[in-house]
Nanobody, 118 residues
C-alpha cells in the first residue's frame, strides 16, 4: 500500500503564498506521477498540477500557470506545491495523489485545507 500525507495548508490573504508538501511512503513503483487536486465547497474535485517522478515533466491547469510550481525531492520522497499570488478562488481542500504506471490516480492523501481571504 501507499501512504500519502499532506501538510502546509492554512489561511492566507489574497496575493499571499503557501507551500504544500506531500510525503509518500510504502509500496514503490518504477513509473509514476504525483499530482495535486483540489475541491472547493459544493464543487467537484479538479486537477491542479502533476509531475512525472522520473522525467520531471510538469503539468498545470490553466488557472494556476505562472503562479503555482510543483517540484519533487527524490531523497525525501516528497512532492511540493509552491503557490504564489493566491486568489480566493484557490480556496479548497488540496489532495495529493499518486498515479502508478499511468493507471490513474488510485492513491490519495487525506487532504489539507487552503483558505484564501479577499
Amino acid at each position: 500500500q501507499v501512504q500519502l500525507v499532506e501538510s502546509g495548508g492554512g489561511l492566507v490573504q489574497a496575493g499571499g503564498s503557501l507551500r504544500l508538501s506531500c510525503a509518500a511512503s510504502g509500496r514503490t513503483f518504477s513509473n509514476y506521477a504525483m499530482g495535486w487536486f483540489r475541491q472547493a465547497p459544493g464543487k467537484e474535485r479538479e486537477f491542479v498540477s502533476a509531475i512525472n517522478w522520473s522525467s520531471g515533466n510538469t503539468y498545470y491547469r490553466d488557472s494556476v500557470k505562472g503562479r503555482f510550481t510543483i517540484s519533487r525531492d527524490h531523497a525525501k520522497n516528497t512532492v511540493g506545491l509552491q503557490m504564489n499570488s493566491l486568489k480566493p478562488e484557490d480556496t479548497g481542500v488540496y489532495y495529493c495523489a499518486l498515479n502508478a504506471a499511468n493507471k490513474g490516480y488510485d492513491y490519495w492523501g487525506q487532504g489539507t485545507q487552503v483558505t484564501v481571504s479577499s
